[in-house]
């Protein structure tokens, strides 16, 4: 899929597009871009995973997009892209920046905004997380590929894979020695896995297995000129 990934960041990149920036609860500058299909669309706020970057992560979203009457507004989650943050925490506080997004996007566009939340992999569990907290009803729906159920259970895996110690290093769990520089377990979340939205009936289709992602991308990526 190399050749499609490039082909979708060029054409994003020659799309006509506005960057925003908003700070952080914790002072962060992160930063967006927005592509307009049509004044007074339902906007994807969309954030990309782990280590990633809108401009890769979510190549082809926009085309997407578009091909839905949708507009898009594609996040560099903290860490990521050109916003600020030197630490990762798979959604605890990345989560609260997709609050964030929210008042801005309301905010910013009007109070009649529609709102979709988009996530892939830690983005998904990002939106998942945001999902759990109080919304207003401009967010219509909420859009996850490819989430995990728990942060703590997601760190250990990758402390493992680092060949890292997850339970024990000098007497101590790596989670307290995280905490004691970059507080964050504390937060009070509700894991992926048990995020209800209450007063809402969300849509959701598990059999669409991609094709029509992928069908909406390549109508879109035909009709648009690559430079």
């Known amino acids: 899929y190399r050749a499609s990934m490039e082909n ?5 990149r020659a799309m006509a597009h506005e960057e925003f920036y908003i700070t952080s609860f914790d002072g962060l500058t ?5 592509y307009e299909y049509a004044p007074g669309a ?4 969309m954030f990309h995973g782990y280590r990633g970057s809108a401009e890769r992560d979510l190549c082809g979203g926009v085309q997407r997009c578009f091909a839905l009457g949708r507009s898009a507004l594609v996040v560099d989650q903290r860490c990521g892209g ?3 943050g030197n630490v990762i ?8 920046d997709c609050l964030s997004w929210v008042d801005f996007a309301v905010g910013h566009f009007g109070s009649d905004v529609k709102l979709i939340l988009t996530g892939m992999s830690m983005g998904a569990s990002t939106v998942l997380m945001a999902g759990g907290r109080e919304l207003p009803e401009n967010v219509i729906g909420i859009l996850a590929d490819c989430g995990y159920s728990s942060a703590k259970d997601i760190i250990k ?3 493992r894979q680092m060949g890292i110690p997850a339970e ?4 101590r769990t790596i989670f307290a020695q995280v905490e004691k520089k970059n507080p ?6 509700k894991p992926a896995a048990e995020i209800y939205v209450s007063n809402k009936e969300w849509k959701v289709n598990r059999q669409d297995n991609g094709e029509n992602v992928s069908r909406a991308c390549q109508r879109s990526s035909r009709s648009t000129d690559a430079p």
């Open 42 to 45: 339902p906007i994807e706020l």
């Open 184 to 189: 964050f377990s504390g937060e009070k979340f």
């Open 157 to 159: 895996t990758v402390i």
């Open 30 to 34: 992160l930063h967006g871009n927005f």
């Open 82 to 84: 050109t916003s600020e």
């Open 168 to 171: 024990n290093v000098n007497g």
């Open 89 to 96: 925490t798979f959604g605890i506080k990345e989560h609260r």
């Open 8 to 12: 979708w960041i060029r054409e994003a």
